[in-house]
C-alpha cells in the first residue's frame, strides 16, 4: 500500500520556522516528484513547493520564494519542507504528494498519492 505521512506541523510564532516531514511506505520516493500543498479555511489548495526525481530542480510558489526550501534524505525514504519567515498567512494543513511521471509540470492534478497533511498554526 503506497502511503505518505506528514509530520511536524504545530504553532509557531511569527517570523519563526517550521520544519514538515513526509515519510512514505510501500514505495521509493527516490524516483517521484513530490510536492508540497497547503490549504486554509475558505482557501483554495494552493502549491507551495515542488522538487521532481533525479536532478530534484524544484518550484516554489511566489508567496514562499526565499522562504522554502525542500529536501530529500534518500536513506530514510523521506522528504522535508523547511519554511522560514512565518506569518499568520501561512496558517494551513499542508499536505505532501508525489508524482509518479518525476517532474512537477502537472501541479496537484498530476499527483497520484497524497498524505492526510498536518497543521501549522502561525500565532503570537
Known amino acids: 500500500q ?9 504553532l509557531v510564532q511569527p517570523g519563526g ?10 514505495f521509493a520516493l527516490d524516483y517521484y516528484a513530490v510536492g508540497w500543498f497547503r490549504q486554509s479555511p475558505g482557501k483554495e489548495r494552493e502549491e507551495v513547493s515542488c522538487i521532481s ?21 534518500y536513506a530514510k525514504n523521506m522528504v522535508y519542507l523547511q519554511m522560514n519567515s512565518l506569518s499568520p498567512g501561512d496558517t494551513a494543513v499542508y499536505y505532501c ?4 511521471a518525476g ?7 498530476g499527483m497520484d498519492v497524497w498524505g492526510k497533511g498536518t497543521l501549522v498554526t502561525v500565532s503570537s
Open 97 to 100: 504528494a508525489v508524482d509518479a
Open 53 to 73: 526525481s533525479g536532478s530534484g530542480s524544484g518550484i516554489d510558489a511566489d508567496s514562499m520564494k526565499g522562504r522554502v526550501t525542500v529536501s530529500r534524505d
Open 17 to 26: 520556522s517550521l520544519t514538515l516531514s513526509c515519510a512514505a511506505s510501500g
Open 2 to 10: 503506497l502511503r505518505l505521512v506528514e509530520s511536524g506541523g504545530g
Open 103 to 109: 517532474h512537477c509540470y502537472g501541479g496537484a492534478d
